[in-house]
């Protein structure tokens, strides 16, 4: 149901670059602001990147964030065993499909 | 440090009215920069943005559920809550409480969420 497509799951070893996609439309991605989040096993999600690409306060800066044109991408830079986790991205959607909409969520394992 | 939390039944009848609560301390729901949202995820599965509201009430919900969802806040209790009608099994989620941005997708506090089974 999501309009942001995102893999089901990335891994990677410990201190490797991950990055995660995120494909959306003209009216999501392409004419707003994108966000993610992380979510770690049985918690609730945390606000990781915002606007793109801003990392709020105390969010490690492994953690970066772009976007091109309709499609965004979460970079972890020197992965640690902790980012283990559910990320999602997110967007302002300006069709009929709802105005705040969520990515399908991706995996990220720490092999 | 602001703080929010859920409560409410953890157990609802099919095709019943779902009700949460959801108190905000360590800061006032009035504020005129933040909306207050709810969202949601099943068992194993993403996270659904259900609606938001502002301190004057003002409401703005996710479209497949529009029909079924009422979103209301009380200032004086710096509370808000969800009701969600007809539920059916697939209403089966951890339902969150957040705080938003107003005019974005920033969701930057959050309840530790509290799990609503359907069931009879």
């Known amino acids: 149901q999501s309009v942001l497509t995102q893999p089901p799951s990335a891994s990677g070893t410990p201190g490797q670059r991950v990055t995660i996609s995120c494909s959306g439309s003209?009216?999501?991605?392409?004419?707003?602001?994108v966000y993610w989040y992380q979510q770690l096993p049985g918690t609730a999600p945390k606000l990781l990147i915002y606007r793109n690409n801003q990392r709020p306060s105390g969010v490690p800066d492994r953690f970066s964030g772009s976007k091109s044109g309709t499609s965004a991408s979460l970079a972890i830079s020197g992965l640690r065993s902790e980012d283990e986790a559910d990320y999602y991205c997110?967007?302002?959607?300006?069709?009929?499909?709802?105005?705040?909409?969520f990515g399908t969520g991706t995996k990220v394992t720490v092999l | 440090q602001l703080q929010l939390q859920e409560s409410g039944p953890g157990l609802v009848k099919p095709s019943e009215t779902l009700s949460l609560t959801c108190t905000v301390s360590?800061?006032?729901?009035?504020?005129?920069?933040?909306?207050w949202a709810w969202i949601r995820q099943p068992p194993g599965k993403g996270l659904e943005w259900i609606g938001s509201i502002y301190y004057s009430g003002s409401t703005y919900y996710n479209p497949p559920l529009k029909s079924r969802v009422t979103i209301s806040v009380d200032t004086s209790k710096n509370q808000f809550s969800l009701k969600l009608s007809s539920v059916t099994a697939a209403d089966t989620a951890v339902y969150y409480c957040?705080?938003?941005?107003?005019?974005?997708?920033?969701?930057?506090?959050w309840g530790q969420g509290t799990l609503v089974t359907v069931s009879s």
């Open positions: 360590g800061g006032s729901i009035s504020s005129s920069s933040y909306y």
């Open positions: 997110a967007a302002w959607d300006d069709s009929l499909s709802g105005p705040e909409v």
């Open positions: 003209s009216s999501n991605i392409g004419s707003n602001y």
């Open positions: 957040a705080r938003q941005g107003r005019g974005e997708v920033l969701f930057d506090y």
